[in-house]
């Protein structure tokens, strides 16, 4: 039973570029959501997506998007690059029960962005 | 306040020794609380849940104050494989997005 993926698991971009990451959820999971954790730091939520549409967000600008496709993987997209955006990304994935209880994210092993 | 606010560290301890994590949360809605485990460079694993006023798992106890708005972790026994960063977690809803404190790193030392 294969656990999240994600691609690349390093990227070195500069400034004022585009990054895309990929993000495949573990297996029988249909929800995806992102997370930007920078050294030091506790990781902090970007987007959630489920159903193919982003139904929460966290205080993140418009350079940051993100897709689902029909097979319930999902893209991060960054936009013009800052050097701030150097970070570890997270994707975790978890599926909706239509239940109050709590459903565990489980989490991929990251992809290490680095904008010089 | 901020949303979660965990103690600084770092704490090194010995083997053997007991150790305790704090945490402080500023949402008194919030209803489950999870201290999660990241290894150096790793991603998050879920250690415990905490949904009432404690949780106890072999050498682990996880403790919750809802008047105080506190939470704890407790680590009997301390192994050289606990060295690791705890970060206290609070999710709002049951699958929306998750807080994390800024974790505390635990060295246990031989």
């Known amino acids: 039973d294969a656990g999240v993926t994600q691609s690349p698991t390093h990227l070195i971009k500069t400034r004022g570029q585009q990054v895309t990451l990929r993000c495949s959820p573990k297996?029988?999971?249909?929800?995806v959501s992102w997370y930007q954790q920078a050294l030091g730091q506790g990781p902090q939520f970007i987007f959630q997506?489920?159903?193919?549409?982003?139904?929460q967000r966290g205080n993140f600008p418009d350079r940051f998007s993100g897709h689902q496709y029909p097979n319930y993987s999902s893209e991060l997209n960054v936009n013009a690059l800052l050097l701030g955006d150097s970070a570890l990304y997270l994707c975790?994935?978890?599926?909706?029960?239509?239940?109050?209880?709590?459903?565990?994210?489980?989490f991929g092993p990251g992809t290490r962005l680095t904008v010089l | 306040r901020k949303e979660v606010e965990q103690d600084p560290g770092p704490f090194n301890v010995p083997e053997g020794a007991t150790v305790a994590f704090n945490c402080t949360y500023s949402n008194s809605a919030s209803q489950s609380f999870f201290w999660y485990r990241q290894d150096c460079r790793k991603e998050p694993k879920l250690l415990m849940s905490v949904y009432s006023s404690g949780n106890e798992d072999g050498r682990f106890t996880a403790q919750l104050n809802r008047a105080s708005q506190y939470i704890s972790l407790l680590i009997r026994d301390s192994k050289l494989s606990d060295s690791a960063t705890y970060l206290c977690?609070?999710?709002?809803?049951?699958?929306?997005?998750?807080?994390f404190g800024k974790g505390t790193l635990l060295t246990v030392n031989p």
């Open positions: 297996s029988g999971h249909d929800t």
């Open positions: 975790a994935s978890s599926l909706i029960l239509h239940s109050r209880s709590y459903n565990e994210q489980f």
């Open positions: 977690v609070v999710p709002r809803g049951s699958n929306y997005k998750l807080t």
């Open positions: 997506y489920y159903e193919e549409e982003e139904r």
